[in-house]
C-alpha cells in the first residue's frame, strides 16, 4: 500500500506572531518556519503503518517556496521514502492546494493520502475536504485513531458531541486530529540519512494548476488588547461593577 | 550510567559546538582551505540563529577575510553606521553629550555596520552548506567525551526523558560525535567550555574571566525619528550607583531600533535587578523620546564574556580548541566580540586544516593556533584594551571612563601599566544588609513592561516533561543561606523570571525554578553568590526562538 503524505511550511507554534504595519499579513522574515504540527501527526501516522508493514511507501509532498525544502527533509527524517516540491513563491490558497493535491494524488496513486485537519497559520480547514471532493474519494477528518483492514479504514473522528466511528473505502483523505499520535523525535542519524533521500521539483505549470486567488485578503489586525482589570474587595462590589458594566 | 548504554557514533575530521560567529567562521575557513575534510556542527538552538543575540554594531575586518566578496554573495550588512553618538546619562532627563574628540578611539564606528547577528549566523550557515558543512541544529552537544586526557568529541543530549528522569515513549539515547579536533565556540559560558577550562587548568594563569549580562528589545518606531545607521552608546544613569555597564540604541532598517543595556555583573547589590534596570533605562529622555510611540516587537538576553586579554585562558587542549566568547575574545573597549570571534575561528580552523593536511591524526594540541592568534589584528585589539575593563571596575564609570579615554587615544592602547581585576563576579556580591533596597518603578505597558508579558516575546519554548535543566549542586542552599545572606539575588539577576521564592503551604519559603522560561543567557550560572546554579543544556530544540537578535 503507498500512503501519500502532505506537509506545509508554516510559522513555528512558539513564536509570537507579528502584524506587518500596513496590516496586509504577518512578519515572515526571519521567523522560525516548521512543519505544520498537524501535519507532524499525519506523517508519524504514515511511519507507523511503515513500521507494521501496512504500508510499504511514503511519499511526502509540499507547496511553497524554496525553503519549504527544509519541511519535506524533517518528513523524510521521519521515514518517508521520498517526496515531491511543488514550488511557488506565491501564497497558496486552499483550493489551489486541493487542485495541486489531486493531480499529484492521480499521477502517484496512493491509497491513503494522509494530512494534517488545518494549518496553523491560516486554520483554513478546508484543503483535505476539497482534496476529496476533487478526487471524488471518500474523506475522514479529524480522525483521532484509524484501523485499515484491506479496502477499507474505520475512522474515529473527533466531532462536538463526542466520537464517531466512519468506514471508508479507500482510496481515500483522511486528516489528523490533535490526539492521533504524538510524533516522534528526529534523531540524527535519520536526519542525516533524509539529506541523501530524492526530491523531485516540480511547478504548478506542470501540473497545470492556476495559482488564481479566490480569497482576497483586506486587513490583518492583533487581537484586541486585554485591558487592565480591578481589584474589587466584595462580593456586593463585583456584583455592582458587573451590573454597571451591563454583564449581569 | 554512561557507559551501558548502546550510543550510535559518527565520526567526523572537525566537530564543532555551536552555530554562532565563531564556529560558523571555523567551519567555512576548513572546507576553504581542506574541501575533503568532513565538518559538523552541533546547535542547541532549534534552528541557526534562534539562540543567536548581540546588538550589533559589526565590524566587517574578519568578514572580509573571510569571504572578501561578502557583498555580492549578499551578506545581510544593510546598515552603515552613519553617526555615533556617546552620552553620560546623569540622570532620568540629564545628560552630558560627549563631544567626539574626547570619545575612546576604540568607540567610533566608521566603516561599521548596524546588523541582526541572528540573520548574519543564518547566512553564515548558508555559505557553510554550500561548502559541504553538515549543521544540525536542535541537538545539544550534552558533554565532551574525554579519554586520557584528550578530547574526542561530544555526545548529544537525550530526547524523550520524563521530569523524574525516566525515559518516555519514543526515548532517543544521546549519540557519540568523534572527531580528530573538536572546536567548542559555544558562546559566553558554554557549559562545556566551563568543565573543560576547569579540568585541564586552562585558566591557571589567568584573572578570572569577568562577565555583563545583556538585554536588548528591538523596536519598531515611528518613521519620523527613525535615522537609519545612528549608533547612541550611553554609560551612567540609572546605573550609577548599584552598578555599573552600558546601554546602547542603533537604528537598523524599516523603522527598527534595537535598544539594550549591559550590566556588569560584579555588581554589589544583591537588591539590583537588570531588567529592572533596563526597563527603566528606556525611559531616559534621550532613549523615550524615539521609542514613545513605538511598538515593542522582541527581547531577549544573553551573558557575554568581557574580561578580555586578562582573563582569556589559555585556548587548547589535547584534541580541543575554544573559540570566541566560549574562549573569552570579545574586545570589551569596542564592545564588540563578534569579529574577534570569527577571527578566532578562522585561525583555529587554519590550525586544524593545517595539522590534518599532512595526515595528522589529530588528538594534540593546536598550538599553531595559539601562536597566530598572538600574531592577530585581534590579538592587538585585545592587547590595546587589556585594561578597559579594570579600570572601569576600579575607578568607576567616571574617572575610570577618563582614564580610558588617555589610554586609548594618547597611548594607542600601549600605555605602560596593566590593571587586573582579582575578585570574581559573583564574590563581589554583598551582603543584603549591607544594601540598600532598590526601589523600580513599576512598568507602565507603553515604554516599560513586566518579565513576563518580555519573555513572550522571546518566543521561549521548553518541553515541559523533562528534568530541570539548571541544576543546584545542593539544593538547599538557596533558602538557607543565599535567602538571608543575599535576599536570593536569583529572583532579580534572571532575566526570563526563571527564580521565585514562594511559599509553601504551611507559609515557609520555597525556591521554585521555572525552568520552561529560560532563555539561555547563562547569568545564574555566573552570578550565583554560591556558584551552586549549574546550567546545562536542556532536551535540543528549546529555548528562545529569537528571529534576529
Known amino acids: 500500500m503507498k500512503v501519500l503524505v502532505s506537509v506545509k511550511r508554516a510559522i513555528d507554534y512558539n513564536v509570537r506572531i507579528q502584524i506587518k504595519p500596513d496590516g496586509s499579513g504577518v512578519v515572515e522574515n526571519g521567523v522560525k518556519h516548521s512543519m505544520n504540527p498537524f501535519d507532524e501527526i499525519a506523517v508519524e501516522q504514515a511511519m507507523r503503518w511503515k513500521e507494521a508493514g501496512t504500508a510499504e511507501e511514503v511519499v511526502a509532498v509540499t507547496i511553497g517556496p524554496d525553503a519549504a525544502k527544509e519541511q519535506l527533509r524533517s518528513a523524510l527524517a521521519f521515514g518517508c521514502d521520498r517526496a515531491i516540491h511543488i514550488k511557488t513563491d506565491e501564497p497558496v490558497q486552499p483550493l489551489t492546494a486541493a487542485r495541486v493535491f489531486e493531480a499529484i494524488a492521480q499521477k502517484e496513486e496512493p491509497k491513503v493520502f494522509m494530512m494534517g485537519k488545518q494549518a496553523i497559520d ?19 477528518t479529524f480522525a483521532s485513531e484509524i484501523e485499515l483492514s484491506g479496502e477499507t479504514a474505520k475512522v474515529t473522528r473527533e466531532i462536538d458531541a463526542g466520537l464517531e466511528t466512519l468506514e471508508v473505502d479507500l482510496p481515500a483523505v483522511i486528516t489528523a486530529d490533535l490526539r492521533l499520535n504524538e510524533p516522534r523525535y528526529l534523531k540524527l542519524p535519520d536526519i542525516m540519512k533524509a539529506k541523501k533521500k530524492p526530491i523531485e521539483d516540480m511547478s504548478l505549470d506542470d501540473l497545470g494548476v492556476e495559482a488564481a486567488a479566490r480569497l482576497e485578503t483586506l486587513k490583518t489586525t492583533p487581537p484586541p488588547t486585554r485591558e487592565a482589570g480591578v481589584r474589587v474587595e466584595s462580593v456586593d462590589e463585583l456584583v455592582a461593577k458587573l451590573k454597571e458594566k451591563g454583564l449581569v | 550510567m554512561t557507559e551501558e548504554i548502546e ?4 565520526e567526523y575530521d572537525v566537530l564543532i559546538v555551536g552555530a554562532g560567529p565563531a564556529g560558523l567562521s ?8 581542506s574541501p575533503d575534510l568532513e565538518v559538523c556542527i552541533v546547535e542547541k538552538g ?67 555596520y548596524i546588523i541582526s547577528l541572528g540573520q548574519l549566523g543564518r547566512w553564515l550557515a548558508e555559505q557553510a552548506e554550500e561548502l559541504g558543512v553538515e549543521i544540525y541544529p536542535g541537538f ?19 530526547m524523550g526523558v520524563d521530569k523524574n528522569g525516566e525515559p518516555k515513549d519514543g526515548h532517543v539515547p544521546g549519540m557519540e560525535l568523534r572527531a580528530k579536533y573538536t572546536l567548542f565556540g559555544e558562546g559566553c559560558r558554554g ?3 566551563k568543565r573543560l577550562i576547569r579540568e585541564f587548568g586552562l585558566d591557571a594563569d589567568v584573572d578570572p574571566q569577568h562577565y555583563g549580562i545583556g538585554l536588548k528589545e528591538i523596536w519598531e518606531i515611528d518613521p519620523d525619528k527613525h535615522e537609519p545607521g545612528l549608533v547612541i552608546h550611553g554609560a551612567g544613569w540609572p546605573l550609577n550607583t548599584s552598578g555599573s555597564g552600558g546601554s546602547f540604541l542603533y537604528h537598523l532598517e524599516d523603522n527598527m531600533v534595537a535598544v539594550g543595556l549591559i550590566v556588569d555583573l560584579n555588581y554589589e547589590n544583591p537588591y539590583l ?15 523615550a523620546r524615539y521609542l514613545e510611540g513605538g511598538k515593542r516587537v522582541s527581547y531577549g538576553s544573553r551573558a557575554i564574556t568581557k574580561g578580555g586579554l586578562n582573563s582569556l585562558p589559555k585556548m587548547t587542549l589535547p584534541g580541543a580548541a575554544l573559540i570566541g566568547c566560549d574562549a573569552g575574545t570579545l574586545n570589551f573597549a569596542k564592545i564588540k566580540g563578534n569579529h574577534t570571534a570569527m577571527k578566532s575561528g578562522m585561525l583555529a580552523a587554519e590550525a586544524a586544516a593545517e595539522a590534518l593536511a599532512g595526515g595528522g591524526e589529530g588528538g594534540d594540541e593546536l598550538t599553531g593556533y595559539t601562536d597566530a592568534f598572538k600574531n592577530s589584528w585581534a590579538y592587538e585589539e585585545l592587547y590595546a584594551s587589556r585594561n578597559f575593563g579594570a579600570s572601569l571596575h576600579k575607578f568607576g564609570t567616571f574617572k575610570g571612563g577618563a582614564l580610558n579615554y588617555i589610554e586609548q587615544n ?30 523600580y518603578p513599576r512598568p507602565d505597558g507603553k515604554l516599560s513592561f513586566d518579565i513576563l508579558s518580555s519573555v513572550h516575546l522571546s518566543n521561549t519554548g521548553h518541553e515541559e516533561d523533562q528534568p530541570c535543566h539548571l541544576k543546584l549542586t545542593d539544593p538547599s542552599i538557596p533558602i538557607e543561606h543565599n535567602l538571608p545572606k543575599y535576599a536570593e539575588p536569583a529572583q532579580r539577576y534572571c532575566p526570563a523570571g526563571v527564580y521565585e521564592v514562594v511559599e509553601d503551604g504551611d507559609g515557609n519559603p520555597r525556591f521554585q525554578i521555572n525552568f520552561a522560561n529560560c532563555v539561555h543567557c547563562k547569568t545564574c550560572d555566573i552570578k550565583d553568590p554560591a556558584q551552586n546554579i549549574t546550567w546545562v543544556p536542556p532536551e535540543g530544540g528549546g529555548g528562545p526562538k529569537y528571529s534576529a537578535m
Request: aromatic fraction near 8%.
Open chain 1, 122 to 140: 491560516d486554520d483554513s480547514n478546508q484543503t483535505g475536504q476539497m482534496t476529496s471532493a476533487l478526487l471524488e474519494w471518500p474523506q475522514a
Open chain 2, 410 to 439: 594618547w597611548f594607542k592602547g600601549k600605555a605602560p601599566w596593566n590593571m587586573h581585576d582579582t575578585t570574581p563576579d559573583h564574590a563581589a556580591t554583598k551582603p543584603a544588609e549591607e544594601c540598600e533596597q532598590i526601589d
Open chain 2, 191 to 193: 557549559h562545556i567550555g
Open chain 2, 140 to 158: 545539544a552537544a550534552q558533554d565532551a567525551i574525554v579519554e586520557d586526557g584528550v578530547v574526542k568529541g561530544i555526545v548529544t543530549g537525550e
Open chain 2, 7 to 10: 550510543r550510535d557514533v559518527m
Open chain 2, 26 to 33: 571555523a567551519a567555512c575557513r576548513l572546507k576553504q582551505k
Open chain 2, 273 to 287: 535587578s537588570p531588567f529592572k534596570e533596563f526597563q527603566r533605562f528606556k525611559h531616559h529622555t534621550e532613549i
Open chain 2, 46 to 112: 532549534s534552528e541557526v540563529g534562534a539562540h543567536l543575540l548581540s546588538g550589533a554594531v559589526f565590524e566587517p575586518r574578519a568578514l572580509d577575510e573571510l569571504f572578501p566578496d561578502w557583498k555580492e554573495k549578499g551578506a545581510p550588512l544593510n546598515v552603515p553606521v552613519t553617526r555615533d553618538e556617546v552620552y553620560f546619562f546623569t540622570g532620568e532627563t540629564k545628560s552630558k553629550k560627549m563631544p567626539n574628540a574626547f570619545v575612546p578611539a576604540p568607540m567610533h564606528n566608521d566603516g561599521n
